[in-house]
């Protein structure tokens, strides 16, 4: 069975653009979660989406949102970029019920110049 | 505010040595703690779940012990090797009153094998 991919897997941009990464679950994963992860603040939760819904959300600000196809790949939009928002963005899918396992894809790693 | 503190924040062994991570977490109400392990440049993987009811889940030479009443947790690692060279992250996910989860992250031990 395949596991989760991401895409791009490096992504250079500039302040003030926008950027979008992609997230294919293991097959029938309904659940995807995004996180951001920085040397100084660690794993952070951004939102998850299960059956298309945004079912959790983390403090982050509105220029980070989100979307889930109808076949579960997900989307993670960013606009209007700034220097912090420089990290490695992790996926993660599941079956979408409590204790479930969470299986990680090997992330975006998003560099804001 | 839901916290998780893990120690040391970094750890140098020699292989074959045996080592313990710890994670104290102020979470509520407490759902399930995972222990995660991640190579530099890749995803986390899981290594262990437990909920209120377990106290130790094994996984190989990776043993974990939960005690709910002092929320402390351990990652134990026996005969260690070159591989084992990682960061390892607590998580600790609460419920919420709808039902889902939340997750708190600890920010990870860095454990390094020398040869």
């Known amino acids: 069975k395949a596991g989760v991919t991401q895409t791009p897997r490096y992504l250079i941009k500039t302040r003030g653009q926008q950027v979008t990464l992609s997230c294919s679950p293991i097959?029938?994963?309904?659940?995807v979660s995004w996180y951001q992860q920085t040397p100084g603040q660690g794993l952070q939760f951004l939102f998850e989406?299960?059956?298309?819904?945004?079912?959790n959300k983390g403090n982050f600000p509105g220029r980070f949102s989100g979307r889930q196809f109808s076949n579960s790949r997900s989307e993670m939009n960013v606009s209007t970029l700034e220097l912090g928002d420089s990290a490695l963005y992790l996926c993660a899918s599941s079956l979408g019920e409590s204790y479930n396992e969470q299986f990680f894809g090997p992330g975006t790693r998003l560099t804001v110049l | 505010k839901n916290q998780v503190e893990q120690s040391p924040q970094s750890l140098i062994i020699l292989e074959g040595k045996n080592c313990t991570l710890q994670?104290?977490?102020?979470?509520?109400?407490?759902?399930?703690l995972r222990w995660y392990k991640q190579d530099t440049g890749r995803g986390p993987v899981s290594l262990t779940i437990m909920t209120f009811s377990e106290n130790t889940k094994s996984n190989g030479r990776y043993t974990a012990t939960l005690d709910a009443d002092t929320k402390q947790s351990s990652l134990h690692i026996t005969a260690s090797q070159l591989s084992d060279s990682a960061s390892y992250i607590c998580?600790?996910?609460?419920?919420?009153?709808?039902?889902?989860?939340?997750?708190?992250f600890g920010t990870g031990t860095r454990l390094t094998i020398i040869p």
């Open positions: 998580v600790v996910s609460a419920r919420s009153n709808f039902g889902n989860e939340k997750l708190t």
């Open positions: 994670c104290n977490y102020t979470v509520s109400p407490f759902s399930n």
């Open positions: 097959s029938g994963h309904r659940s």
């Open positions: 989406y299960f059956s298309e819904t945004q079912r």
